[in-house]
């Protein structure tokens, strides 16, 4: 039980984020951004909290150079205990090195490459699933479809490689083929080259682990070269960076992403959500907001004792919250998070069961 204190006598916790606020995937660290000011707004308003946590916000613009710098400040001048981001697993994988070398928890709400179970080290959590779940689900409605072979379009950088990588394995084992495979670098805007081989080899999908604003621009151009089979996505296509770069060529399109819990802590942070900014969360608002309640529930259990931060995250309960049970393993890693199969109806994304 929480033993409520004066407000005036609360410890001020300060910690960093680092996310891209502007850029090509700003919606993702915006949305991020506005789960933990929620988070921030009710810890900070309650006696239930020994402590305040204070966040300094850097936008990374979705730029590894830029995220390094940031991460550098903050660990070695700013010396927050805790730094929240990043969101694209690239940039997640530059900033991690920073945050071992100085003993920094870094915390993503985004990062899903499964190269991060590895490569994040001993001070890299995550409250999103890893991407190694989320091609096992896809490689498995697929076949479901009867899709028996398969091109793949890919971002080339560790999310893409990684996520291309393990449904390439999990569609194999199922008796699936592979087309063809083709790569695009990020902020890329003209991906017929790719496409026209691709549609050669005559697959029976195309499925395509790029970000939001170049998955709109190769749904459109997969529609102009005349490829009207199935199109799958990954988890990111479901921002609102794809529908506003593809328009109607996104009608139909399949994608797999992190569920969005359905109990009453949900519902809970989703009214409070809205009320606040008068329109939905998304999955990336809701984990940002449990990972600011996280931490501030860990501070607040250890007010009168020295936190070691990491080892409280990897033996902490079950915690239950705005997106469901969150509980991290060894290698920081979530993997109590659900995924759900989408389709876009009408422009809008609808949870299918085929």
Excluded at 91 to 116: C, D, F, G, K, T
Excluded at 151 to 161: A, F
Excluded at 172 to 178: D, E, S
């Amino acid at each position: 039980m929480v033993v409520s204190c004066n407000k005036q006598d609360r410890r001020e916790i300060k910690i960093g984020a680092v996310l891209p606020l502007t850029g090509d995937i700003a919606s993702y660290g915006n949305n991020a951004k506005k789960g933990i000011d929620l988070a921030l707004e009710q810890i900070n308003a309650s006696n239930d909290f020994k402590v305040k946590i204070a966040v300094e916000y850097q936008d990374s613009k979705g730029n590894a150079k830029e995220a390094v710098t940031i991460m550098n400040k903050f660990c070695s001048i700013n010396r927050y205990p805790a730094v929240i981001g990043e969101a694209a697993s690239s940039v997640s994988l530059a900033i991690a090195p920073i945050a071992n070398r100085y003993q920094v928890v870094q915390i993503s709400p985004i990062s899903s490459s499964p190269e991060l179970t590895t490569k994040g080290g001993d001070y890299f959590f995550r409250v999103c699933p890893s991407d190694a779940y989320q091609a096992v689900i896809l490689a498995k409605w697929m076949r479901e479809l009867n899709i028996n072979n398969v091109g793949i379009l890919y971002v080339n950088n560790s999310w893409g490689v990684s996520l291309k990588d393990q449904f390439v394995k999990e569609f194999g084992a199922l008796g699936g083929q592979i087309a063809g495979i083709e790569s695009c670098n990020e902020g890329d805007r003209d991906f017929r080259t790719q496409l026209t081989k691709l549609i050669a080899a005559n697959p029976d999908a195309i499925y395509s682990p790029t970000y939001g604003k170049e998955g709109g621009l190769i749904l459109k151009q997969t529609k102009e070269l005349g490829y009207n089979k199935s199109v799958f996505g990954s988890d990111v296509w479901s921002s609102p960076e794809l529908i506003t770069s593809a328009g109607d060529a996104a009608e139909g399109v399949r994608l797999v992403k992190p569920a969005i819990f359905q109990g009453a802590d949900y519902k809970t942070f989703r009214d409070f959500f809205y009320a606040k900014y008068n329109e939905e969360p998304d999955i990336y608002a809701g984990y940002s907001y449990d990972i600011a309640m996280i931490l501030a529930k860990a501070y607040n259990e250890s007010y009168n004792s020295n936190l070691n931060l990491r080892d409280y995250l990897l033996t902490m309960p079950l915690y239950y919250g705005a997106t469901g049970e969150t509980k991290f393993d060894g290698n920081g890693d979530c993997n109590t998070k659900p995924f759900e199969r989408q389709q876009i109806m009408d422009g809008k994304y609808n949870s299918i069961n085929k």
